[in-house]
C-alpha cells in the first residue's frame, strides 16, 4: 500500500462546477496535511494545509479532513479554466517527519 | 521576499556523465530539501539539511548521488554517473522550520534529461 494515494485522473470538470480532489493515507498518526497546486512545467505551490478533522475553507477552496477513516480532500467552487493543474496531496509522517507525497491528480477545467 | 532560487533550469547529458545542480534557499529559512519528481510521479525526497547537518538520507542512492550544504545555506546535488532513470525534475525547497506549520517553498526545478 502507498503512504499516500491519489486518484491520477485526469479529472475533467466544466467551467463553474465543483471539483472533488480525493486523498487517501496510510500513517494513522499523521496530523499534519498539505494540498500543494502544480501548473505543468511548474513547481509546487502550497494552497491548502489542515490539521485538524472536519472542513477548512479559504476562498473557493475546503480542505476536509477525517482522521479516523484516513482521508483527506479538497473541494475547489466554481471552478475556473485556471484551475487546470496537477493537485498534489502531502502527509507529514508521524514516524519520520517527512513530507510524503501522493502521485497527484490532474484536474483539467473546460469552459 | 526572495523565493528559492536553483540552476540550471535544464540539463541534458549522456549516461555515465556526472552532472551537478545549485540551490540557493530563501534568505533565513534553516532547512533545505531536494526531492525528485519523475514525470507523472508526486515529488520524492532525497535529502533533508537543517543547517548544514543532514536530517535525513535515506533514500539518496548513495553510489551515485550526493549532497552537500556548506555553511547552512546554498546546497549542491550530484549525480555521478548518471542512469537513464535519473531523468526527472530535481526540486530544492526550503523552510523556516522542520515542525509540522512550516510550509515548504519550492524553486521552479531543474529539469534532467539522461540520454
Known amino acids: 500500500q502507498k503512504e499516500v494515494e491519489q486518484n491520477s485522473g485526469p479529472l475533467s470538470v466544466p467551467e463553474g462546477a465543483i471539483a472533488s480532489l480525493n486523498c487517501t493515507y496510510s500513517?494513522?498518526?499523521?496530523?499534519?496535511f498539505f494540498w500543494y497546486r502544480q501548473y505543468s512545467g511548474k513547481s509546487p505551490e502550497l494552497i491548502m494545509s489542515i490539521y485538524s478533522n472536519g472542513d477548512k475553507e479559504d476562498g473557493r477552496f475546503t480542505a476536509q479532513l477525517n482522521k479516523a477513516s484516513q482521508y483527506v480532500s479538497l473541494l475547489i467552487r466554481d471552478s475556473q479554466p485556471s484551475d487546470s493543474a496537477t493537485y498534489l496531496c502531502a502527509v507529514l509522517s508521524s514516524n519520520t517527519g517527512k513530507l510524503i507525497f501522493g502521485q497527484g491528480t490532474t484536474l483539467q477545467v473546460k469552459p | 521576499e526572495a523565493g528559492v532560487a536553483q540552476s540550471p533550469r535544464y540539463k541534458i547529458i549522456e549516461k555515465r556523465q556526472s552532472v551537478a545542480f545549485w540551490c540557493n534557499p530563501i534568505s533565513g529559512h534553516a532547512t533545505l530539501y531536494w526531492y525528485q519528481q519523475i514525470l507523472g510521479q508526486g515529488p520524492k525526497l532525497l535529502i533533508q539539511f537543517q543547517n548544514n547537518g543532514v536530517v535525513d538520507d535515506s533514500q539518496l542512492p548513495k553510489d551515485r548521488f550526493s549532497a552537500e550544504r556548506l555553511k547552512g545555506v546554498d546546497s549542491t546535488l550530484k549525480i555521478q554517473p548518471a542512469k537513464l532513470e535519473d531523468s526527472a525534475v530535481y526540486l530544492c525547497?526550503?523552510?523556516?522550520?522542520?515542525?509540522?506549520?512550516?510550509?515548504?517553498?519550492f524553486g521552479n526545478g531543474t529539469r534532467l534529461t539522461v540520454t
Open positions: 500513517d494513522r498518526g499523521s496530523q499534519s
Open positions: 525547497a526550503s523552510s523556516a522550520g522542520t515542525g509540522s506549520y512550516s510550509p515548504l517553498h
